[in-house]
């Protein structure tokens, strides 16, 4: 018997990955560095489905049928490589290397065009869902070949998260473009996460709602337009008591929050791409300042914050709803954005609706949102922005009184709402008719000579400052 895949790293990941491969009727070849996790895995869950139990990367290879699939779930970074370098001489050409981590686009890139070079297939795959998804249907984001798709795809839609009947899986464009998606999930991912985070601290701040209360009210907004996995778990933390202190769970946890990497990755990638990306920058700052403890013990004892003394009226918390909505829309939109600036550098073709409907299911931002997003990038007229699809902008229409009302509340009563002020920011600067971008350029020409254009004549200016002050055409800029 040969093995249609073969799968390298079993820890939680990988094993998990390769249950549900087992699960799914595919026989499955069992490869980790130390043997004894593969004889965990065995130990454990043997009886699942077929595996066939390999001890070195070249038993591994040879179990496998051809062209041969081999997937590799190790620890992101150096490792991968260290994997890659060892199967490539055991390889034929056609076989396809599958890295189904969180490695960094560019990383992938690297690592396909060096296996093209040996005409193998090397395919980088976003795989969202944690472990619980990998084992049950995760939403699978796969990059490399289109004709690696052919022999992958069938396998990878099998066990993925299926919404409408439809797998949470399609193939996203060429080399790096499967992880470059799965990074900008996660990115949305810290937005979205913060939005809830901000909603919140207003409701008990501003209007006194104890979590418990907040868990019945995110209960609530889970059955609107804000449906979500993350909504839904927000209710359920907010709603846990702590056993030991009889305190609300969410009191007795440090409110410093950590990161893996994955949301810094989008930023950077957004600022690499000059894609205006800031509620997810915003997010991820957010953490960073949660974690600067000491510096924030200090700001509790000197700086003054003068909040006003103001009261939230009736409305509060269907205003805090709205604003919760227009800002993860807006994030949608910035991410959505950045993968349209991503694939225009790369020159992937990126499907936007299959994106957002591979998103609808398996993965942590999984939303009902996603199935609208899906139909606004489904007609011939693709939006330029997520927020110019009809649906939407009369939906961020309905959302801004309210918006505008939460943002100027929160920033009387010195509650920090980073993410609902930066996309209210963002929504706004796109809407202004001038920008003072006009004035940075005139103190960019003064300061460096950078040029000018002229609202009312083609051409490159530059004005004489240190002179009479005369404009002449630039011939280049700097
Ligand atoms: P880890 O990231 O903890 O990696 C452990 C595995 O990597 C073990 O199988 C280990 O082998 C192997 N490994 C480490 N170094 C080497 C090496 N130099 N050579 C060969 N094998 C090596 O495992 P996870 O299952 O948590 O994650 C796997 C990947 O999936 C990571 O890229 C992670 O970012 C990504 N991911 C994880 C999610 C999660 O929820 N955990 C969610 C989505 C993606 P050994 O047993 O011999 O030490």
Redesign the pocket.
Known sequence: MSAQIGVT??????ANLARNLARNGFTVALH???VA?TDELLAKHGDEGDFIRTETLQELVDSLEKPRRVLI????G??VD??VDQLVPLLEPGDIVID????HYTDTRRREAALAEHDLHFVGIG??G??EG?LNGPSIMPGGSKESYQALGPLLEKISAHVDGKPCCAWIGPDGAGHFVKMVHNGIEYADMQVIGEAFDLLRSAAGLEPAEQAEIFGEWNKGTLSSFLIEITAEVLGHVDAKTGKPFVDVVVDAAGQKGTGRWTVISALELGSPTSGIAESVFARALSSQAAQRKEAQKTLIGNEADIAVGEGFVEDVRQALFASKLVSYAQGLDMLTAAAKEYGWDLKLDEIASLWRGGCIIRAELLKDITAAYAGDSKPANLLFAPAFTEAIAEAVPAWRRVVATAVQLGIPVPVFSASLAYYDGLRRDRLPAALTQGLRDLFGAHTYQRVDAEGTFHTLWGEDKSEIEAVDSH
Do not use: F, Q
């Open positions: 790293g079993l820890a939680v990941m990988g980790n560095r130390s996790r779930m190790v620890k992101a150096a490792p260290s994997v189904a981590g969180n490695s795989v969202s944690g472990e990998a």
